[in-house]
C-alpha cells in the first residue's frame, strides 16, 4: 500500500525546504493537508512528485514546489481574507486555510461542486466555494486582503483586480511563449504594482491570454 504519509513528509523535505521556502505555517500546511485527495482518480500515485497534474479542461494542480514559493510571496496572515482563482479540486483552497481566517474559492461549473464536496471532506471549514467565470471573479461584500490566481496568465482583468484592497497583495504567473514568472503585485491607490518574484512556468488559463501594461515598484 502507497504510503502518504511519508511521501508528503519527502515533499516538503525535498522539494518545498529546498526550494528555499521557509515560513512555518506554509511548512505546516503542507505537511497536514492530504494532497492525495485533491487529484483524480487513478493518479493519487503521483500526487505528490514534482509535476503539475492535470485536472480537465484548462485546469492543473500546480507542481508543490511552485505554489510554495507562490504563497511565500502572498504573505498570507492568519487574520487575512483571500481569494483563491481557479481552485480546481480544492487543494490550494485547502492549504491557504490553514494559514488564513477565510478562503473565498472561485471556479467554473466543471470543478465547482468537486471543490465544494472535497474541501466539506478535508475539514476546511474556513473555505467558501463559489462558481462562476474565473476571469470575472466574484461577487463579494468586502474587498480581499489577498488573492492568487491557479494558472498561468498573460493579463489579469480589471474585475479581479477591482476585488483586492488597497494594499493587498496579488501573486500569479505571467507566461510569454514558453518562458513564465511569478510575480507579486501591491495595490497602492488603485493601482497594482509588480514586481519579480520567481521563473516558473505553467500552463496559460482561459480568457486570461491578453497583453498588459506592468508597473513595476522596487
Known amino acids: 500500500m502507497y504510503d502518504f504519509i ?21 511548512l505546516k500546511a503542507f505537511s497536514k493537508v492530504a494532497r492525495e485527495m485533491f487529484v483524480p482518480d487513478g493518479t493519487s500515485s503521483i500526487a505528490y512528485g514534482e509535476t503539475n497534474i492535470h485536472l480537465g479542461k484548462d485546469r492543473y494542480l500546480l507542481e508543490p514546489r511552485i505554489f510554495a514559493k507562490m504563497l511565500e510571496l502572498l504573505k498570507v496572515n492568519s487574520n487575512d481574507l483571500i481569494l483563491d482563482i481557479g481552485c480546481g479540486f480544492g487543494y490550494s483552497s485547502a492549504i491557504i486555510s490553514e494559514m488564513a481566517e477565510l478562503v473565498i474559492s472561485l471556479e467554473d461549473d466543471f470543478f465547482f461542486k468537486t471543490a465544494q464536496q472535497k474541501l466539506l471532506e478535508a475539514s476546511a471549514d474556513n473555505t467558501i466555494v463559489y462558481e462562476g467565470k474565473l476571469s470575472e471573479g466574484i461577487n463579494y461584500e468586502e474587498k480581499v486582503d489577498a488573492l492568487i490566481i491557479q494558472g498561468g496568465v498573460q493579463t489579469i482583468p480589471f474585475k479581479i483586480k477591482d476585488q483586492l484592497k488597497n494594499g493587498g497583495r496579488l501573486v500569479a504567473i505571467f507566461i510569454n511563449g514558453f518562458k513564465g514568472e511569478c510575480r507579486i503585485g501591491i495595490k497602492k491607490e488603485n493601482q497594482i504594482y509588480w514586481d519579480h518574484g520567481f521563473d516558473a512556468y505553467v500552463p496559460l488559463l482561459e480568457n486570461f491570454s491578453k497583453n498588459e501594461e506592468f508597473i513595476f515598484w522596487k
Not at 6 to 26: H, P, W
Open 6 to 26: 511519508q511521501a508528503r513528509r519527502e515533499m516538503v523535505d525535498c522539494q518545498i525546504r529546498t526550494a528555499d521556502v521557509t515560513n512555518y505555517s506554509i
